[in-house]
């Protein structure tokens, strides 16, 4: 079911696409996650704009620059806010495109550490270069509440599961790149989902563009909550996540 209605007549946001597993929202993220109940999510994944003006360059359908990738907005500053007021302590926080010093303050993330995908094939950046860009950062934590928690280390066994830390996933190319400006393969972002959730546990993204994330907590069994800012965006998550629920039903026999 897509809804195309966003507020209703006491000013609270609706859904814009809800089902028995996904939930999204179309609007600024700092509204919605200061509706969500506090403390209802187990695991935030998110890629949330860099500050760069990022905008398509070869291509023949050009995408329009990412909403709110100006440099205007404090990432960390809002990731802060709403790892603090909707994630559950000691659970995990995955950001990519910004570095653990700039976000373990304000998220107050514990046992911190730098995760690299590995695209295997060049991506977009300075195309008069020599050098083309092939992999992306992606920090992980602990939210950790207590100042002195953090200050003695608080979240480091967390971050002990002995797993490889630079994870190979093919980014689209070119041409497969026709969601999102910076779409991210679903099968990386299920492993990071698989790897810090349990079924039925709810995983959160802020900055949902085209849904991957989403996409990819669906068909791992649980239960996604997303934000997207740009409604055209929203509305490619949505149908994709209404392909997921077909594939769950499918899989389950229902």
């Not at 905008?55 to 100006?70: L, T």
């Not at 990731?79 to 700039?102: K, M, N, Q, S």
Request: proline share 8%; hydrophobic share 35%.
């Amino acid at each position: 079911m897509v809804c195309r209605h966003y507020r209703d007549e006491v000013d609270t946001i609706r859904p814009y696409f809800q089902s028995d597993h996904a939930t999204l929202y179309v609007g600024d993220c700092r509204d919605v996650c200061a509706e969500l109940p506090r403390r209802s999510v187990d695991l935030l994944v998110t890629d949330p704009p860099y500050g760069v003006r990022w905008q398509s360059g070869r291509r023949g359908e050009k995408f329009d620059p990412i909403a709110g990738d100006d440099g205007t907005l404090d990432v960390p500053e809002v990731l802060g806010e709403i790892v603090t007021r909707t994630l559950r302590p000691h659970r995990h926080v995955y950001v990519f495109g910004y570095p653990p010093d700039a976000l373990a303050g304000p998220c107050k993330l514990g046992g911190t550490s730098e995760l690299i995908w590995n695209k295997a094939q060049i991506g977009p950046g300075a195309l008069d270069a020599p050098w083309g860009p092939s992999w992306e950062r992606i920090t992980f934590g602990v939210y950790t509440p207590s100042a002195a928690n953090r200050k003695a280390g608080g979240g480091r066994l967390s971050a002990r599961l002995r797993a490889e830390s630079v994870l190979t996933f093919p980014r689209p190319n070119s041409r497969g790149v026709n969601k999102h400006p910076t779409e991210k393969p679903v099968p990386l972002m299920r492993t990071l989902v698989e790897s810090s959730s349990l079924v039925g546990e709810v995983v959160l993204d802020p900055f949902a563009g085209s849904g991957s994330t989403l996409v990819a907590a669906v068909l791992a069994g649980r239960r996604a909550v997303g934000v997207e800012l740009d409604e055209r965006y929203a509305e490619t998550a949505a149908k994709r996540l209404e392909k997921a629920e077909a594939l769950v039903r499918d899989m389950v026999g229902i």
